[in-house]
């Protein structure tokens, strides 16, 4: 019985990340023609054609998808067994990590986990970016180290996913808002001018898909991109935000919340990360100070 090579599964791997035989070959430092003849035993050996022609690029199979996150996994576990172990030594460590996160997040959790990481590791700073988007490139190409969001469609397939809590959204006001005043219905809800978050743009929102089946319909007078925005035109005007209701948390006097009086499903933020990083005792360590902080809302999920 003939054994497959199992140097294969590295080359297959950075194949399947990458999606071309150039960039497979100068990641792994061999030439076209070498990469190409890699990618012809692969083949052979998998009896699947893995990477195909599309235009003047390559997209994978079925097959090549469904192996994708299962080699990934195979060559990080192959490469920490041969790995020797290393103490993490804390308060030697010097680095700097990026963390993407949708606005509200920093407010939120920034001030204990910078206290936290600055205890336990001086060395390290923490650099916060805002997340404009769900595209998973940033991870895949080491540009950031972390991520913190709702789990999508454009999600890579790859990305290794924690929970961290569940949030719901709830309705934003300034004080003194005829809302204020009133048992809040869908309809006396529905009835106010709204502020519509939406990084893409949108013109309508999950809280429109809610309203729908009730008959009715509120009037967006403004689109922003996200909630900090949202929670300022709201604290200035008469207008009602919709927020998560962790990120009412820091709301200073001036602002009242309230739960919204028609079911919406909750949210699920998690923690994300490329799988090349899942071994890494610096990253490890990290991963574990924010779901630390993150453990302190009453939607923790265990």
């Known amino acids: 019985m003939s054994h497959p090579d199992l140097n294969l599964l590295a080359t297959l791997d950075v194949l399947l990340t990458e999606g071309s035989v150039a960039r497979a070959a100068r990641r792994l430092q061999l030439s076209p023609s070498a990469m190409s003849r890699a990618l012809a035993r692969l ?6 054609p893995l990477l195909v022609r599309a235009g003047r690029g390559l997209v994978p199979t079925p097959r090549a998808l469904e192996l994708r996150e299962r080699v990934g996994r195979l060559v990080q576990d192959a490469e920490a067994v041969l790995r020797p172990v290393e103490m993490l030594d804390l308060k030697r460590l010097v680095r700097t990590f990026t963390l993407r996160n949708q606005d509200g997040f920093v407010e939120n959790f920034g001030p204990d986990l910078i206290a936290r990481v600055g205890e336990q590791a001086p060395g390290v700073r923490l650099r916060f970016v805002l997340k404009p988007d769900k595209d998973s490139t940033p991870l895949r190409d080491g540009s950031v180290d972390l991520e913190t969001g709702v789990v999508g469609k454009t999600t890579g397939p790859e990305m290794r996913a924690q929970a961290l809590f569940r949030d719901r959204f709830v309705g934003v006001v300034r004080t003194g808002h005829p809302l204020c005043e009133v048992t ?5 809800y529905a009835a106010g001018r709204h502020i519509l978050i939406s990084r893409r743009g949108l ?10 089946p009730l008959g009715l319909k509120r ?4 689109v922003v991109g996200g909630f900090s925005e949202a929670l ?3 604290r200035a005007s008469d207008l009602i935000a919709s927020a998560p209701e962790r990120y009412t948390g820091n709301l200073r006097d001036g602002m009242f919340w309230f739960p919204l009086p028609f079911p919406l ?3 699920t933020v998690s923690l994300l990360w490329h799988p090349r990083l899942d071994a890494d005792p610096a990253h490890r360590w990290l991963r574990g100070c ?11 999920i265990a």
Do not use: F, Q, S
């Open 265 to 267: 499903p909750e949210i």
């Open 184 to 188: 809040i219905t869908p309809a006396r």
């Open 232 to 234: 300022a035109l709201a």
């Open 203 to 212: 013109d309508r929102g999950p809280i429109d898909d809610a309203l729908a």
């Open 219 to 222: 009037e967006i007078v403004t």
């Open 290 to 300: 924010v779901r630390d902080v993150c453990a302190g809302t009453t939607h923790w």
């Open 43 to 48: 083949r052979e050996t998998t009896g699947d």
